[in-house]
């Protein structure tokens, strides 16, 4: 039992340590197919960081984090909501419309703003749990057809709701007041940024995710619902229900991804807040299988990769798009190795039931 456990941990292990070689492998190909300098690009990527650098990777993976549980919880019950882009979106700009207009004085109004980008987030993920269990709409057409709505909605409403800014070509609503705004912290004295203060939340958000997984019976109804919708029907639990639940739940999640920009950068929706990051969860979700430490390394994966690519224009006249290729090929490959771990698992656990029926019979044999 000790060995067989030794062996499935070491095949855990293995599999995204061999997609990161290949990764690595088909970005030096294509590196050196392009004419670029192979061990430039990888000696900037792999330096170590600055201050400012590692305080960067820090706040984007943070939002990455927001994003790839927020996917988790879909794929848990095999729901793709693909739309955590649109959701989050609609809910940050509801978020920065209602902290804007500071109707709660100082970090109540701050609570009430992120409450609300839940409430607009599971609202908007709704519609598609509201379509699939009413009408059997896939949540994937769905979802991709509510980012295209949320993305020319808000760009409608942000021109209705902008202020004048003088000065300034950014189109954005009314800035936060300064009371209402979370506190970050310096990695070290004299660092010219500071981490998110959203941070933590995100931490707590992750706690309650593997709690509400693991501890609790929705969680087991549903993964169970995931598996076989045709058992979890058989064992009583209400399939439809669940997926609405579920989608909401999603939602939710995705509703805080711009939290941690709005509250703790920006201060302000406009048409410069950083879009994408829906899309980024959906690897990185895949990436972390869900669960919320794979999900954390995953997201720390990404961050690094994004900040250590921004000089590689500068100085090696290398576009740092090369990046996005990697971080393609990692998620197709980690992808790839479970599956051959899984199946691998499968044949190991056949091979040693067959090895213990034989034995019984063998000493049934010798009894005789």
Known sequence: MKNQRLLRLALAIGAPILALFTAFLITSLVLALAGDSVSGVWGQILSVPDARGFTNIINSATVYYLSGVAVAIGFRMNLFNIGVDGQYRVASFAAAVIAGEAWLPGYLNTVFAIVAAMLVGAAWAGIAGLLRVTRGVSEVISTIMLNAIATL?????????????????????KTIPESSWIPGFRLQDGAPNVVYGFLFIAIIVGILYWIVINRTTFGFDLKATGLSETAAVASGINVKR??????????????LVGMPILFGDAHAYGSTFQSGL?????AIALLGRNHPVGIAIGALLFAFLDEQSNPLQILLDVSPDIVKITQGVIVLTVVIAYELVRRYGIRLEQSNVASALDEKAEEKGAKV
């Open 153 to 173: 909605g808000v760009a409608y409403l942000l021109r209705k709701a902008a202020v004048d800014n003088p000065g300034s070509n950014i189109t954005a609503t």
């Open 242 to 255: 669940m997926i609405l639940i579920t989608m909401l739940l999603s939602g939710a999640v995705a509703g």
């Open 278 to 282: 829906g899309f980024a969860g959906i």
